[in-house]
């Protein structure tokens, strides 16, 4: 137990003497992954207990997924909820292996090329080697592994301009994939 406190006080100077206190700013959306068939049910749900409006819903047809998104008033986080639209289907699978579940946890970050050297540099592991979106689609995205307690990611995310997206049509399929080989996805 004694351990514990002193790894987590550790952990937690690390942190702080890395920089990132000001580099990572707050919790911008949380992401559910549900049955194929089961994302309004899942949506409805949240809606009965919380007064979520919906978002916006995409398709990402090239991971046979929708993705949909609620808010709550203009707070975040925002709760995005995907489900698979084949059996085959990487959320589907994910899904197939864990249940319906929070897949990540999506924390807006001022400079995540910093953001990534550092936890880099701490031995922090990422699904891919590289940043996922460019500063000209509005977004920069990272996954990091699951994390071995809960078995969700985290996920590091940037905007530039006035993109208020969660993902981009091209980069959502580089995301999704990068999960892939975990069996995790
Ligand atoms: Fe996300």
């Not at 979520?52 to 990402?60: I, L, N, R, S």
């Not at 922090?124 to 699951?146: A, R, W």
């Not at 959502?172 to 080989?181: R, V």
């Amino acid at each position: 137990m004694i351990s514990n406190i002193s790894d987590l006080k550790r952990a937690k100077d690390e942190v702080k003497n890395a920089g990132l206190d000001d580099l990572v700013i707050k919790l911008d959306h949380v992401a559910y992954r549900v049955k194929m068939g089961q994302r309004e049910k899942a949506m409805k749900e949240i809606a009965d207990l919380v007064p979520y409006k919906e978002y916006k819903t995409f398709k990402v047809i090239s991971m046979r997924a929708t993705t949909s998104t609620l808010k709550l008033h203009d707070t975040l986080p925002v709760i995005v909820i995907s489900e698979g639209l084949a059996e085959d289907s990487i959320v589907e699978n994910y899904v197939k292996k864990y249940g319906g579940r929070i897949h990540h946890l999506a924390y807006l970050v001022r400079d995540i090329e910093k953001v990534v050297e550092i936890q880099k540099n701490k031995g922090v592991k990422f699904t891919t080697e590289d940043i996922i979106g460019s500063k000209e689609e509005g977004i920069k995205q990272i996954f990091t592994l699951p994390t071995e307690t809960a078995n969700h990611i985290i996920e590091y995310i940037q905007r530039f301009g006035d993109f208020d997206g969660f993902f981009t049509p091209s980069n959502i399929s580089a995301l999704m994939k990068s999960t892939e080989k975990l069996g995790e996805a």
